[in-house]
């Protein structure tokens, strides 16, 4: 079994920082890539940023310049530290990881349960 445990949300005014965590517990051979999406309601997930297991990263356009995604491969963690937050940044905030549970075997995807973000004007 493998859970995703996140943390990090919360509330914040416009053009400040929140650091979200992710972090894998349970049966991990490997992770591959990891990531964070947002959703708000009415709308479907997006993806925010992710990065590989090579420390490759990723962003959206919207966030490029103010967040940063990186991870701890021996804490089987991810962080998304969030600078100059704006309103529109404001959503449920999930991270995903490809995760191979043991060794040689398949790559599974799990998600994690979701932190709320809110940036006010």
């Known amino acids: 079994q493998v859970q995703l445990v996140e943390s990090g949300g919360g509330l914040v005014q416009a053009g400040g920082s929140l650091r979200l965590s992710c972090a894998a517990h349970g049966s991990i051979g490997s992770i591959n890539g990891m990531g964070w999406y947002r959703q708000v309601p009415g709308k479907q997930r997006e993806l925010v940023a992710t990065?590989?297991?090579?420390?490759?990263?990723n962003y959206a356009d919207s966030v490029k310049g103010r967040f940063t995604i990186s991870r701890d491969n021996t804490e089987n963690t991810v962080y998304l530290l969030m600078n100059s937050l704006q309103p529109e940044d404001t959503g449920v905030y999930y991270c995903k990881v490809l995760l191979i549970p043991r060794v040689g075997g398949p790559t599974f995807q799990y998600w994690g349960q979701g932190t709320q973000v809110t940036v006010s004007s």
């Open positions: 990065v590989t297991g090579s420390g490759s990263a």
